[in-house]
């Protein structure tokens, strides 16, 4: 526990600290295993009959878990440190040394590729081979974008000290960041916090805080922003991808034309879902036209609810068992053990994620806390993307590079059904008014506000290639998105031109932001069919479902349910439930003559 007695995670069960002796003798494992496999299987596969083939693909994912284990660690150490330089530089060391030993088994996936498809379709017979099946799939859809053995030896190598280099450095100069409002000094997340405040002074001067820190820093934003597009455009040309997109695209293993039709389909509903609901929300807070700190604000007639932990706790482990008791028991372990850190604290990284580390160790959750009713959603997040963790262990280390997009489902299907137990509980029309209207603003952050991010990125990857960004284009290009998908009922001007460089995902995982649009409207369409009951024993299809998501096509994950992500009609079946909830709004609106 905290010194706020809120709990933190215990990373013992992992290593001890940092001086653990364990951590070096890993490393040399990692280092002595990669060399003997190697020497085992290089130049070889060709030869291999179908159980020796099934030892390689074991071995390498043994070497793989134990350079997993040791990468979590290090990087779950730093977030809640990134102040302390001992353990940023061990980050550092444990990065450049699992790149360096992993230098002898870039062969593995070539030699794979260049193998005939008869070879592995018989080995495939083999039942230990079949079970690395949809990760040899996955090898070979790279096939065409691979390069020689010595090429992607130097781009491993370099990784280091290119993208990951200029992401360490855009994440630790983010964690240093202070922002001073009324002689108080605030840090990231603490500040973010504010935007949420019932006082529109408060926000006011937060909003605008953050914005003049972001520009203040732009010079060197920009300049790291512009470093990883060219980055990624040198080896996307050399790999041989038509757009800037089509890599990720090809991890999600989804067509380019399937995202364009989510981001155009989500882009033609502007007008109708985000805008008017932002010309709602600017009546409710009494203005024309609200300012772009205020999109998060709660209402004025709302009550200023604050959860402690064990309210939140139960609160979401409720809402959780009524779904499904199998989901209850797979997600009270984080509870019960010490696998979250929760409490936000000097140094700590901001926002929220889920870690999982192998299929033989739990997963970890990481918040930051403070109590309001977005925190309390934001544990149902972060708890969905702990129990789908837990609920795939058994497919396997190799197995389990999961898509993105099947990745955020389960976080956003486990806010839906803690808001609609939520909602349940309120009897008063105002008080579901307000908890309505907070939900269709994240559902419009998660489904719109991700997407016009989608639009961003793909602006400033094109115009890249015609050379560098300056920071005043790159907040251009930020206005224009906002603009378009905010509406004319939000200001959107040079006091938030900058609150782009805030946007971690376009420096670390560029191209990521619209997995949550695609999440969301897929969980949408989940939650509107286990209304219809048109599906027998829906919460056990569904968490069926979730165990299969990383070795499953979506059409057939999909299948069940009645759903084709295929069909445009799938992503407006989705936006629908959005625009059905602003239909709410306005009946409760115009009923209580607010």
């Not at 389960?410 to 803690?418: D, K, N, R």
Request: proline share 3%; glycine share 4%.
């Amino acid at each position: 526990m905290t010194e706020n007695n809120l709990p933190a995670w215990d990373l013992s069960d992992l290593y001890k600290g940092i001086n653990d002796p364990k951590i070096e003798a890993d490393l040399s494992r990692c280092k002595n295993m990669a060399e003997s496999f190697a020497r085992d299987y290089k130049g070889k596969l060709a030869s291999l009959n179908a159980e020796d083939f099934a030892a390689a693909l074991k071995t390498y994912e043994e070497i793989s878990v134990v350079g997993d284990i040791l990468g979590e660690f290090a990087y779950l150490n730093m977030c809640t440190q990134m102040k302390n330089g001992e353990a940023m530089a061990f980050y550092q060391n444990i990065s450049e040394k699992l790149t360096e030993y992993a230098k002898p088994t870039v062969f593995f996936t070539l030699e794979i590729n260049q193998l005939p498809e008869t070879t592995l379709q018989n080995w495939l017979k083999n039942e230990k081979v079949a079970f690395y099946k949809h990760w040899l799939e996955r090898v070979r859809r790279f096939k065409k974008h691979e390069l020689s053995e010595a090429v992607e030896e130097v781009l491993l190598e370099k990784s280091v000290t290119s993208s990951s280099a200029w992401v360490r450095l855009y994440e630790e100069h983010s964690s240093r960041l202070k922002y001073v409002i009324d002689g108080k000094e605030y840090n990231d997340a603490e500040i973010s916090k504010l935007l949420q405040d019932q006082d529109p002074k408060i926000r006011e001067k937060a909003g605008k805080e953050l914005n003049r820190v972001g520009k203040e820093n732009a010079p060197l934003f920009s300049f790291i922003y512009n470093m990883i597009i060219k980055d990624k455009a040198i080896e996307d040309e050399k790999r041989g991808y038509e757009r800037p997109v089509s890599e990720r695209n090809m991890h999600e293993n989804v067509k380019d034309g399937v995202v364009d039709a989510l981001a155009e389909t989500v882009k033609r509903n502007y007008q109708h879902i985000s805008h008017r609901f932002y010309k709602l929300k600017a009546k409710w807070l009494g203005v024309d036209k609200m300012q772009y700190w205020d999109r998060n604000a709660p209402l004025p007639f709302s009550s200023d609810v604050h959860y402690d932990w064990d309210e939140a706790v139960k609160l979401v482990l409720n809402a959780y068992r009524e779904f499904s008791e199998d989901l209850y028991k797979t997600a009270l372990p984080f509870f019960e053990n010490n696998w979250i850190d929760v409490p936000p604290r000097d140094g700590k990284r901001s926002g929220a994620f889920a870690a999982g580390t192998t299929s033989t160790r739990h997963p970890y959750l990481f918040l930051n806390f403070v109590g309001k009713q977005n925190d309390v959603l934001t544990l149902a997040h972060e708890l969905g993307h702990g129990c789908h963790m837990r609920l795939r262990q058994k497919n396997g280390d190799l197995n389990e590079t999961s898509r993105m997009t099947s990745e955020e489902v389960a976080s956003v299907f486990g806010e839906m059904i803690t808001f609609q137990s939520m909602l349940r509980s309120l009897n008063d029309d105002k008080d579901r008014l307000c908890l309505i209207a907070s939900k269709v603003n994240d559902m419009i952050n998660t489904a719109f506000r991700q997407i016009a991010f989608h639009f961003f990125e793909s602006k400033a990857h094109d115009e890249r290639k015609q050379g560098e960004l300056s920071e005043q284009r790159l907040a251009e290009i930020w206005v224009e998105v906002q603009k378009d998908v905010l509406g004319p009922a939000v200001v959107v001007d040079e006091n938030s031109a900058y609150i782009w460089s805030q946007v971690g995902h376009f420096f670390f995982l560029p191209f990521y932001v619209y997995a949550y649009s695609f999440a969301d409207c897929l969980v949408n369409s989940l939650y509107q069919v286990s209304q219809e009951n048109r599906v027998e024993n829906f919460p056990a299809q569904y968490l069926d479902m979730l165990s299969k998501t990383a070795i499953t096509e979506y059409d057939e994950l999909l299948a069940p349910f009645g759903l084709n992500p295929s069909d445009t009609a799938f992503w407006n079946k989705g936006l629908s439930l959005i625009s059905g909830y602003i239909d709410e709004l306005e009946r409760l609106d115009k009923k209580l003559g607010l």
